[in-house]
């Protein structure tokens, strides 16, 4: 199942093998592989959470279950169900209507969140759900986040000194399904810049994530939960090949979804071929906090003041740019070398994914404004206002 190109080592969407895919997801869950779960539904493992309270409490039992949980996201079906994670609901409800409140806000002052997959006001969103919650009410985030299932399935991918991120999504009766994606942080790129990045980093994207939700209210079917496709994490080059038509044909023709419980918490690889269903239900507003884990290692060494040092930069390398004292290819090196090139973290509320699934970064601003004959002064005004918009 390599379609890596031998000459290059890259992927590239028009070598993906749908065959080979097929294979891959035509697999079974193996029950011996996962002696802890309660069930399987659609080979997707389910966990009693309540009955495993004393494995969460004894180090020994626990490492063996997060053993578990990562063969599962890694190797096999590459999604987990935790049933009654939250077994008292009651602070699911006193932060969903927290979570209402804000909702109703947002609307009232910006007109609500754009969605990265979703057309703006299909849904309602709640961009950075995490410090909102804790700012609205901090004795409803500790008992909300107090939670050691959600913590053990978090270390179990992503080892200790993860960094928690959540946003909420509510999808209101007639909602439209999404269509089948993969996630951060490959999954937020476009075709062409992933097909950039080496085959080993494609590999390695999804071990820097976990993905889960937190279900609010009952999710029946007709409520249109995660739409799933168990194993296809799997497919290397499944970051280029999920926006082909076949791929995403096959992927409604082969997606599993779960009913799930209020209480109950979702987790997947984020390489996982996956899309919100359509809530075809008459008076269900499904609402789920999306939890966004990501490991501590990503994070550069030292702190740099790369506003200032493209502030500096941009007049020397306007006039190379103007004069072709420098190469296009020598003067993106030295961009590359100062400005930063990713777009998050971000404040998404100020900062929100228009006309892409990401925001302008500062190497993008400064080949524009090179482009554009910018002025040194208009090009550090964009930058303050760039920087000014990516504050929490």
Known sequence: MNTTSPQTGYFYADECNLDAFQELIGQTLDPASVPNACDIQNSVPIYDMPSLAATLADDEKRNVLMAEFADVLMHTAGVLVLRGAYADTTVLDQATSLYETIIQHEKQTSGGGADHFAAAGTNDRIWNSLQKLCEAS??????????????????????????????????????????????????????????????????????????????????????????????SQSYRAGYVAWRRPDFRALFEQEYVQLSLNKGDALFFNPALFHAAGANTSDDIHRMANLLQISSAFGRAMETIDRRKMCKLLYPVAKVAYQNATLTPAELSAAIAASGEGYSFPTNLDRDPPVGGLAPQTQQNLFAEALAQDMSAEAFGNRLDAMAENQKA
């Open 138 to 231: 901090p004795d409803v985030f500790l008992r909300y986040f107090a939670n050691t299932a959600i913590a053990t399935v978090c270390q179990a991918w992503l080892g200790p000194n993860y960094q928690m991120t959540a946003q909420i999504n509510l999808v209101h009766p007639g909602g439209a399904a999404q269509q089948a994606h993969r996630d951060y942080h490959l999954g937020f790129q476009t075709e062409d810049i992933s097909a950039r990045y080496p085959a080993h980093v494609h590999d390695l994207s999804p071990a820097l994530t976990l993905q889960g939700a937190v279900a609010h209210c009952d999710m029946p079917i007709e409520s249109g939960p995660t739409k799933l496709l168990p194993f």
